[in-house]
Every structure is written in structure tokens, then in C-alpha cells.
């Protein structure tokens, strides 16, 4: 369960939200549109355990330190956020997961074709070949990542906005799969990525209705 | 190459002016490196030396520094017109073809558009075209007349010149090929700790700090491999070279030397060889940057011509 009670935040001195609750249960899937800067990632991040809230409290599955915090997330962002290291390490990030496991989670997410055409596979070196990724296989490695950690809850900061219209259709279906018995917290601008979901909320001006 | 006759052509007056005082002062050097080698001659043979001759030596003298200031005041006043005629004959190119075109034209930044070109191709005629041309053609010069005095010792300077040469080339090449891959290492080094920054969200909710560590210490550590064979390559082949530098200076003493005691060349003639090789080994050695400062002047000014 994801609790947020009375939260405040603000960058330096801009607030971005004040007095903030929010409540989701175990594997309810949730939307949160809104306009562009009006805090819906950073709501995500104090979620996520990367920021702490300036007052009030988070609780994600009865853990209240960021640190505990993030252990039990899963997190895919808008930009990829790839390392220049193997498709291998930018998957398990240096875990010792079983081989099937990731494999699994690459066909799933529909690269293992394009790994298995690869002269070295999934030790592929990414380093100097980043920029040759397109944004759907970069975005679908992330994603990879995400099903490989295998948590409780999915936080999605608009995972197909950098992407066109084929590959934004990939990652949904990818995701789609993934996600049915996990709790979700879906952040877009686009509303209509969001059927299916138990509620959608929106934000404006610091809050959520 | 278009516009390089056409700039020459246009200032033929002072490039004309320029290769005359680059020529006279090339003569009047070796002219006066010949009369000292001749006056230590006359010394070692104890013969007359009369008043003429040391005349001449005193205007040799003075020609020497007159014609060297001459060479170094009309060489860079010839080059600084060819680099304005660069530049203005440029813009009014620009402003000729906006009229035909019937557009306006912004010469400001259509000449910006050149300006690199430009200002590297007016920089390498101020700096270098005609000082080259010189040094080049007192190279051409004193290997003439140094093998019409002596072929034997001639060829004594020229083969460890040319073979110093063909080392500096392929030392260069290793040297470059170390450095390439130092950088290499390092911009492989500094690619993870940018990825590390940049995706540490990522990485903190992956738990990828071990990873992002491990993958940073192991780039460190070949950036520092790869940096040490450098350096050791660098003080072993430039220690190398410059050992090697001083061969046919040595070699020119030592087989010279012989030769004057072996009463088959006169110590005056040494001595004008000791003065003159210099001007040899360096128009052998400094070729190739030559050769490939030209290629890139011209290429910039091609460029220019096409734009």
C-alpha cells in the first residue's frame, strides 16, 4: 500500500505541492495526469524515495526511509537512463538473477529477437552504441530492468512520451502484460493511456482530485 | 589552387619583391659562410689576406643583415596583402553574386560563415607560406652547392637526415596511436561517471552502486594503464630522437674531420659545411609538416572558393 498524509514539498523556495494525501492500495492501478510542471514526477519521486517530503509523511508497503523506500519499487522513466555497460548489467544492474529470468523478461518485452542478432548478445557492449539504440529498444531495457527487479509496485513517469508511434505501442503492450498483478502508479499527459486503470486523479495546482 | 595564383597574381609587384629578397638573402648567407670557410682556409695556409678581401667580408656583413631585414619586411608586407586580398576580394565575391542572385546579402555573416577558413589561411600566409618558401629554397640551394664542394660529405648529412626522417614518422604514428587510446580510456572513464550522474536515480532505486563502482574503478584503472604506456613510450621514443638528432652533425665532425687531417679537404671547407647542414637536415626534416601545412591551407581555401 502507497500512503501519502498531509505532504508538503518545495524546491528551495517554491512549493510544489502542500498538504498532499493520497492513498492506494495493494495492486489498484492509478493514473495521474496533469499539465507539464505542475509536480506529478516529482510526486512520483517522493514515492519512489528519491526526494524526502518537506513535511508529512510516505509510506510505501510500511517502510518510511527513502532507502527502505526505494528497495520496494520499481521504477521506468521517461528517459531510459541507460549505463555504457552491457544489455546484461544495464538489466540486473550488477544482481545476480538467474539467466532464464532475464531472458524471460527480454522476451516479454519483445528484444530478444534483436539480442539474439547480436554478435555477443546480451554482453553486448552499449557504451559506444547508446546513441544507435532506438528509443523504443532503449525504453523497452528499461522496462526489462523494471520486470527484472520483479517489486511490488511500478511507478511509470510518462514511459512512451519521447517515443513515436510504433514503439509507443511496444512499451504499452510490454507493460500491459507486466503489470496485472502489481500496484500502479501511471503519471501522463495522455489520459487515454490510461483505460483500464481502478482511478485516474488529476493535479493541478499543487493538489490531486 | 585558383585562388592562391589568383592572390598571387594580384600582388605580383610584392610576392616578386619577396622571392627577390628571399633569394639575395639566401645568397648573401652563403656567400658569407663560403668567404669565412675561405678566410680559415687562408689562415691555416698562412697566406696573404689582403685588404679587398676583408672588404668584402665586411659588406658581406652588412648585406647579410640588410638583406635578411629586407627579406623578413617585404615577406610579411607580401603576405599581409595576399591575406586582405583574401579577405576583401571575399566579400565583394559575395556582394557581386547577391546582385546577380537579386538577394539581399548580409556580408557580415556570410563572411562568418568563411570565417575559419579565412582567418587560417591568412593566418599560414602571414606566419608561414613565405618563410617555408625561403627555408625551402635554401635547402634546394645549399644541397647544390654542398655537393658540387663534396658529394662524399654531402651524403654523410643526408642519409641519417633521411633516416632520423623516416623514424620520426613511424614514431609519430605510435605516439599518436598511444595517445588515441589514452583518450580513449578516459572518455570511457568519463562516459560511466556522466551515466552515474545523470542516471542516479536509476541506479539508486536498482541498487546499481556496486555496479556503477566496479565499472568506474575497472575504466580507471585501464585509463591509468593505458596513460603509463604512454608516457613510457613518449620518454623512450623522444629520448631516442633526440639522440638520434645529433648523428649527422657528429657524423659531419668526426668524417670531416679525417678528412682535413688526411689533407683531403681543406678546414675552411669543413667549416662551411658545419654552418650550411643545418639548412639541409631542417629542410629534410620539417618537409612533411610542411607538405601537410600547405595541404591545409589550400584545403581552406578550396573551401573558400566554393562557398
Redesign the interface.
Known sequence: MIELSNVSFAYEKQTVFRDLSLKIEKGQKVGIVGESGCGKSTLL?LI???YSPTSGKVCVDGEIDPERI??K???V?QSP?????TIW?NIT???DYPKERVLKVCEDVNLKKWIDALPDGLQTYL?DHADELSGGQAQRI?IA?AMC?DAEILLLDEPTSALDKENNAFVLDALERYVTEKTVVHVTHRPEQLRGYDRVLFMQAGGLK | MQVLIDLLKRNRFWVLGAVAATLLSNLSQMFYTVCVGDLVNKIESRSFIGLPFLGLLGILIISNAATQFLNQYVGRYAAEKMAHSLRVGYARRLLWKATQDGKSCDTASAMSIAQNEIANAGAYLGNQFFDIAGMLFMGILVSVFLFIQNVFLTIVIIVPTVMILAYSMFSGRVLSDSAAAALEEKE?MN??AY??C??F????????E???K??YEIKLTEWEKSAKRMGRRYALYNTLSGIMSRVPLLLLLAVGAYMVLDGQMLLGTLIVFLNLQKSLTQAIMNMPSWLAGFKVFTTNLSRVEMM
Open positions: 519521486s519512489a524515495g528519491l526505494s528497495r519499487v520499481s521504477v522513466m537512463m541507460l549505463l555504457p555497460l548489467e544492474m550488477g544482481h557504451g528499461a530492468r527487479k | 570511457h562516459k560511466v551515466a552515474a545523470h542516471a536515480s536509476s541506479i539508486k532505486i536498482f541498487d546499481g556496486e555496479l556503477c566496479n565499472a
